[in-house]
């Protein structure tokens, strides 16, 4: 979901649920994979979840602003299907320790 009148054009907001929220400013660099296929352990929790789809795990690092309106460096681990797209984001490391 692209939100308008932040300023930033491509600031995505996705890892929303009960736990955390925060705000992909820019893009997702380094971007690896970590499982596809069998070796997605939560594959029919997508499955049933989101849809069918060529599931795979991700990572890769990214800017975020979090709740208080800190901006950090993160590494971000998630979940991706071709046409159904990113979910399940979560903020695994930050990569600048204040």
Do not use: C
């Amino acid at each position: 979901m692209i939100r308008a009148g932040t300023g930033l054009a491509e600031s995505l907001v996705l890892g929303q649920d009960q736990r955390v929220k925060f705000e992909v400013v820019g893009g997702i660099e380094q971007v690896e994979t970590i499982a596809a296929g069998p070796g997605v352990k939560v594959r029919s929790f997508l499955r049933k979840t989101y849809g069918r789809g060529r599931w795979r795990k991700l990572k890769g690092i990214a800017t975020v602003r979090l709740p208080n309106g800190n901006l950090r460096r993160v590494e971000l681990h998630w979940y991706e299907a071709h046409g159904i797209g990113k979910h399940d984001l979560k903020i695994k490391d930050y990569l600048d320790k204040p």
